[in-house]
């Protein structure tokens, strides 16, 4: 059996209690050893094997899971944050279909979530946004081109960015020719909960030249929108006048 578990954005103890019971008992873990924080393997039973993908391509991967599997033994393939975003989980999963090797999936949190505590923020804020758009820049990975930065940047929705801290003067402008300023405010959030975890907040307009000050070029989430700003509506949920399904209206 094959578990694809989420890491979490980094620190240790931002893995569910289930990924790392599986980490724990794990015969074999597989990690993504450019993102997921090494410490985690701590959790590992002194005996388990331990692979870093990223000195391994999708073949070595799937070669040292069959191996594993036909020996009876349990493997985790850990991701960071949630597997499910750029992880590359479903060539795994098609290939392990494929072989006849069972897999499930425990969720982690995202980085994007990650990000949003570091800032303390609120991407959905009423009367601001109510959508997160979760998208990178095109680089080696392209991107369809309907999904460009500028297309998206139309809705002045919140936006999050992975992948694309190395490319901060082209994510600038292209988020200027969309719906934002200069003024809108972004962030950038380097490393998301871990101890050298960093926050530079500042207006669009200086996005690039903020990452290069603070020399980010990598491991970072781009946040854009005005949730990082101060004006938004308060909730209908817990406004007095409003009665939802669980709580009358006391005003
Ligand atoms: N599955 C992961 C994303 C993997 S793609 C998740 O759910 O978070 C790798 C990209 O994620 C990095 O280039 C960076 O943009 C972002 N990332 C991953 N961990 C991060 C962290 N702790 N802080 C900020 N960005 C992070």
């Not at 082209?170 to 972004?186: D, E, I, K, V, W």
């Not at 307009?205 to 903020?210: D, T, V």
């Not at 946040?223 to 990082?228: P, S």
Request: hydrophobic share 45%; net charge negative.
């Amino acid at each position: 059996m094959v578990h694809f578990v989420g890491a979490g954005p980094g620190a240790p103890d931002l893995i569910t209690r289930r990924g790392a019971e599986m980490l724990r008992t794990a015969d074999v873990v597989i990690y993504a050893g450019s993102l997921v924080n090494p410490a985690l393997l701590g959790l590992c039973r002194q005996d388990c094997s331990v692979y870093n993908s990223a000195q391994m391509t999708l073949e070595q991967v799937l070669d040292v899971m069959q191996a594993a599997h036909a020996a009876g033994k349990t493997i985790v393939r850990l991701h960071t944050g949630d597997p499910c975003l750029y992880g590359a989980i479903r060539e795994q999963m098609d290939a392990l279909d494929r072989l006849d090797i069972p897999y499930d999936d425990t969720p982690g949190v995202s980085s994007f979530c990650g990000a949003a505590a570091a800032v303390c923020g609120e991407y959905t804020l009423p009367g601001v946004s109510q959508t997160v758009i979760i998208t990178r820049m095109a680089g080696r990975t392209p991107v369809p081109e309907r999904e460009n930065i500028t297309a998206l940047a139309a809705h002045g929705a919140t936006m999050v960015i992975f992948l694309s801290a190395g490319m901060l003067d082209g994510l600038q402008a292209a988020l200027l020719q969309g719906a934002y300023t200069a003024q809108t405010p972004a962030a950038l959030v380097y490393k998301a909960s871990w101890p050298e975890e960093k926050v530079v907040r500042c207006p669009l307009g200086q996005l690039a030249q903020a990452g290069r000050a603070h020399g980010i070029s990598k491991t970072a989430l781009v946040l854009v929108g005005d949730f990082l700003a101060d004006e938004y509506q308060r909730s209908k949920l817990y406004d007095p006048t409003f009665s939802t399904e669980f709580r009358e209206a006391t005003v």
